[in-house]
């Protein structure tokens, strides 16, 4: 069963970083630049990297060139993804 995340990507951080806000939405913080499809590909293997998945299994499905993005992540259980979420709540 895939999960999909709506999130808001943030380009030129100084570290990949996963943000969750006291109202659920999600951020997340980009080394790359956004221009030629670089903070997409840096969003992928990020998300890859976070959630223990391979970089195939994410998916981007809409918000190419916008900072709304939606992300599908396959291969992930439901509380692993809900670990992931309270770990970066805890942040």
Known sequence: ?????????????????????PDGTL????????????????????LAQVFGVSKSAVVLLSGHTTPFKKVEINGVEENTF??????VAAR
Do not use: E, I, S
């Open 1 to 21: 069963m895939p999960v999909f995340l709506h999130l808001k990507a943030k380009p030129n951080a100084r570290a990949n970083q996963l943000l969750l806000a």
């Open 27 to 46: 951020t997340v913080r980009l080394k790359a630049p956004a221009q030629d499809g670089k903070a997409n590909a840096c969003l992928v293997a990020y």
């Open 82 to 87: 809900q670990a992931v979420l309270q770990q």
